[in-house]
């Protein structure tokens, strides 16, 4: 994740002119068989055209579906309602896998077995994301994912205890915008839950006042 010193990740007031490069460098040195992202970040990678009606007249079975593909690395979308509309199965070089819920229609799961987007089911209304990950791995042998946020999607893992490490690039700018995303987005007011604590792994200085710092969860 790219955060600023106050923990908030959307980039548009930190006046950088290639915000994408802070992110996409040093994560491209995490080497993962998948990056997950949440509904709202996948949004801006999938298609942009006006979402036409997905009406189906035939009822398709809430089954997971792996779609024709010969990509070796996915792109996975956590997408309960079925939000996001694809031209293509792939984000870059990454087969496209989207995580639902079965409050999908027919209509939409219809959509992508047209365009050959592999999806599967986490839960009725409410993921799983342990049972997910066990699908993403039973179904497609990934073994290692990369969370690559945002902020909603990250605080869910964390909240279910399912994340191994943490890598923050962190930029030196103050953004200060109440309400908007953090690094992780996991739960209202002060409740049972305990914070997550890390142990240091790394630190070193990138982009000459930037600090990439990686942290294993500490159980
Ligand atoms: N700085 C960085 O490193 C970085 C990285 C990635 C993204 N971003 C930025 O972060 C912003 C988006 O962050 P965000 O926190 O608002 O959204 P997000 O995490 O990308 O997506 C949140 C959505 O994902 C679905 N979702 C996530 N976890 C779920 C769960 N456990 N169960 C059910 N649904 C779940 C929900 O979709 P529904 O609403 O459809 O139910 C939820 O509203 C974007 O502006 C993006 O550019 C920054």
């Known amino acids: 994740m790219l955060g600023s010193v106050d923990g908030r990740i959307k980039q548009d007031i930190w006046g950088y002119k290639d915000p994408a490069k802070y992110f996409e460098e040093p994560a491209s040195k995490i080497k993962a068989d998948a990056w997950l992202v949440g509904r709202v970040t996948m949004q801006e990678f999938s298609s942009k055209k006006p979402r036409p009606a997905m009406k189906s007249t035939v009822r ?95 605080g869910s893992f964390l909240k279910a205890g399912l994340i191994d490490e943490f890598s923050l690039v962190l930029a030196p700018v103050a953004d200060g915008t109440i309400g908007a995303p953090t690094l992780f987005e996991a739960e209202k007011g002060f409740g049972k839950r305990t914070a997550t604590r890390f142990r240091l792994k790394s630190v070193k200085k990138i982009f000459d006042d930037f600090l990439w710092i990686r942290y294993d969860v500490i159980r």
């Open 60 to 154: 398709i079975p809430k089954e997971d579906f792996v779609g024709t593909h010969d990509a070796k690395t996915y792109a996975v979308v956590i997408d309960p309602s079925g939000k996001c509309h694809w031209d293509k199965n792939m984000v870059s070089t990454e087969h496209v896998i989207e995580v639902l819920t079965e409050k999908v229609s027919s209509g939409y799961l219809e959509h992508l077995r047209a365009k050959n987007v592999s999806y599967l089911f986490g839960g009725k209304t409410e993921l799983d994301l342990a049972l997910v990950l066990e699908k993403l791995n039973r179904h497609f042998g990934i073994k290692r994912v990369r969370i690559d946020g945002g902020g909603h999607v990250n």
